[in-house]
C-alpha cells in the first residue's frame, strides 16, 4: 500500500536519476513523457518521447511542442488541437489545448 506522500513505481526502468536539481541537493527523478497532438481527427503521435522531472517542465515542453506544429504546419483553425501528454504508462498526466499556449505575452 501506498501512503500519502509516497511514490509508486510499477516498473523501476520507468525512473531514471537525472541532474536537474541544484547544486547540493538530490536529483530529482525524472519520467519518460510522451507529447501527443490531437486536433480536427487528425493527431500526430509521439513515438521517442523526453524525459522530464516536473510538471513545470511538462508543460513548457507541450508548449514548445504546440509552438512547433503550429510553425511548421499549415492549419487555419488550431482551436481544435491540444497536446496530450502521457506518462510511460500510457496514463493521463497533462491535456493543454494549442488557445492556452503562450506566445510572448499573449496566447496562441
Do not use: N
Not at 33 to 58: K, N, P, T
Not at 60 to 89: F, I, N, P
Request: with cysteine; aromatic share 8%.
Amino acid at each position: 500500500m501506498v501512503g500519502r506522500g509516497s511514490m509508486a513505481v510499477s516498473d523501476p526502468a520507468e525512473i531514471a536519476v537525472g541532474t536537474c536539481g541544484e547544486v547540493g541537493k538530490t536529483p530529482m527523478p525524472r519520467r519518460l513523457y510522451r507529447f501527443h497532438c490531437l486536433g480536427g481527427g487528425d493527431a500526430v503521435f509521439d513515438l521517442q518521447g523526453r524525459w522530464l522531472s516536473s510538471i513545470r517542465e511538462i508543460r513548457q515542453h507541450a508548449d514548445r511542442v504546440a509552438l512547433g506544429l503550429m510553425d511548421g504546419v499549415g492549419c487555419e483553425d488550431w482551436t481544435v488541437w491540444s497536446v496530450d501528454v502521457r506518462d510511460a504508462a500510457g496514463r493521463p498526466v497533462l491535456f493543454r489545448a494549442f488557445t492556452a499556449v503562450r506566445v510572448g505575452s499573449k496566447s496562441a
